[in-house]
């Protein structure tokens, strides 16, 4: 296994506010890993900069061994925790855009699973269900061939069937060699498809281990111990 993330006395402040605190982390390809934590406690700014969205305060982050930047691209697939598809696009246009955009996206595959949903290449996506519209986004985000995917809260605010399929979709599209990093505060419904755990609060990591590991040590689950953890 080769480590796909880097993480070295990484800091990021807002104003003098801190998001992430001096964090140490290494991330290895092959895993699905859940980032965990209560609301503002840095998960999202992580995510943001591995994507290359933000630069440290201070501090190294690297993806794959390098900065995040043109090359880290090309190899991580990212969704984010908002609908970022223009609205008055059809389906089929927004495919052709990622066809001309990532050398590494599945075109056939992505139609594929479109079809086995009923979604129409010509129906614009406007016109779609909150549902419809989260699955269209994460089946972009899965048809790449990617090293990395990272998912920030992708099965928040979905019925529980489109959660369902959002995990089936996540754990029968990505490559053994690559990685998975899913954000979310709805740890139940992701914890059987999850090798590793990542604990975050305040800006640190307080945990890191594999779920294996924390319940043979707890004899919990991972969502019984994060209940315990984050108990306020």
Not at 31 to 50: A, D, F
Not at 183 to 196: G, P, R, W
Request: glycine letters at 6%; charged letters at 25%.
């Amino acid at each position: 296994m080769s480590e796909l993330i880097r993480c070295e006395h990484l800091t990021k402040s807002y104003n003098g506010l801190i998001a992430l605190n001096n964090i140490d982390l290494s991330v290895e390809s092959g895993k699905i890993i859940g980032l965990l934590g209560p609301n503002g406690s840095g998960k999202t700014t992580l995510i943001k900069l591995i994507n290359g969205l933000l630069t440290p305060t201070s501090g190294e982050i690297f993806i794959n061994g390098t900065r995040p930047g043109v090359e880290s691209k090309k190899i991580v697939a990212y969704l984010p925790d908002n609908n970022f598809l223009n609205s008055w696009m059809t389906v089929e246009q927004i495919v052709d855009l990622y066809t001309d955009f990532y050398a590494d996206f599945r075109r056939e595959l992505c139609f594929e699973m479109l079809s086995r949903l009923g979604i129409s290449p010509s129906v614009k996506l406007k016109t779609l269900s909150k549902g419809n519209k989260e699955k269209v986004c994460l089946i972009l985000v899965m048809s790449r061939k990617a090293r990395l995917y990272v998912l920030d809260e992708p099965i928040a605010g979905v019925d529980p069937a489109t959660r369902d399929y959002v995990i089936s979709t996540i754990i029968n599209n990505y490559d053994p060699e690559a990685s998975v990093l899913i954000s979310t505060h709805l740890i139940s419904d992701v914890e059987q498809v999850l090798d590793d755990v990542i604990f975050i609060n305040n800006g640190n990591i307080v945990l890191h281990k594999t779920v294996d590991e924390i319940r043979q040590e707890s004899g919990k689950s991972v969502d019984a111990l994060f209940r315990e953890v984050f108990r306020w």
